[in-house]
């Protein structure tokens, strides 16, 4: 067992913990030429040299307000078609019908963008639509406002149906006798969903939502940059295409590597936040705590 874990042992430690030591650029003015041990420190100077940048500030805006959005709107959606799926009763229509609902979790993000271009953009299939109609043409693709929901519909398209494999895995571990019990005590469709299903689906749903909270200055860096330009920096600027074009393009590797160091401490404490605030409802979350 300890030979099968290894490999996923070795991913988390060479890609992720081995790559902490990197934070150290976030104190030093780094001369990639000099490297880590000749670099000059600076202590905090690289942050205050963020904290000043009004344009950190307004890739911190956007960044929650595409978070926010996408977490009201994606959160629930794997839920509903996951209920849906489940209450399919052929076994091999089920299995069909989720093969190809994830089936665009495997599309880059340079199709599935070129798609919603094709539908959505100036020339596609919508504004034609609406001109047919008698309506001015919409171009939701360069619509700075609609940027936060069209990045969210994008995703919901992308990854909803991958999200509903955890969510089905959990309606199956449910008891059925719970189901039997309560529609013989004469509990309708939504009264078993509110008093079974729910229940049962809240663990996981809380640990869900907790993995997301630790995400949520993390908005897709691919994703974003692909529609940057069209929308413009005031719209479409987040935390990561900052670190991009402000840090590693302009080689201000410390401002960037001190933004980077941000983001992880807040998604830390937001994670440890959460996790007790879970405990207190009775819930496991992420890890079992001091407090249970």
Not at 72 to 95: E, H, M, Q, T, Y
Request: aromatic share 14%.
């Amino acid at each position: 067992m300890l030979l099968l874990c290894l490999p996923g042992f070795l991913y988390f430690v060479v890609f992720h913990y081995v790559p902490l030591l990197g934070y150290m650029v976030a104190f030093q003015d780094y001369q990639p030429y000099l490297g880590y041990m000749h670099s000059a420190w600076t202590g905090f100077t690289n942050f205050t040299t963020a904290f000043a940048d009004p344009d950190f500030w307004s890739a911190t805006g956007n960044t929650l307000k595409i978070a926010l959005v996408q977490l009201v709107l994606f959160f629930p959606v794997p839920i509903g078609l996951a209920l849906l799926l489940n209450s399919i009763v052929s076994d091999k229509l089920r299995r069909f019908v989720q093969s190809v609902v994830y089936l665009p979790h495997f599309i880059g993000w340079v199709i599935i963008v070129s798609i919603f271009q094709q539908i959505l953009g100036g020339a596609g299939v919508v504004p034609d639509l609406l001109e047919s109609l008698g309506l001015p043409r919409y171009d939701m693709t360069t619509d700075p406002n609609a940027f936060p929901w069209l990045l969210a519909l994008q995703v919901m398209w992308k990854d909803a149906g991958w999200g509903t494999i955890i969510i089905l895995a959990a309606l199956l571990s449910i008891d059925r006798g719970l189901y039997e019990a309560a529609a013989m005590d004469g509990a309708g469709r939504w009264s078993r969903f509110w008093h079974v299903t729910l229940p049962g689906l809240s663990p996981v749903l809380v640990l869900l939502l907790i993995l997301n909270l630790g995400n949520i200055l993390t908005v897709g860096f691919e994703q974003i940059l692909l529609q940057r330009d069209a929308v413009g920096p005031g719209a479409g600027e987040v935390l990561d295409t900052y670190v991009y074009f402000h840090g590693i393009k302009d080689n201000q590797w410390g401002t960037s590597a001190a933004v980077g160091l941000v983001k992880a401490v807040i998604g830390t404490v937001l994670v440890i936040g959460a996790n007790k605030f879970a405990h207190r409802l009775g819930h496991e979350g992420v890890y079992r705590g001091a407090d249970r």
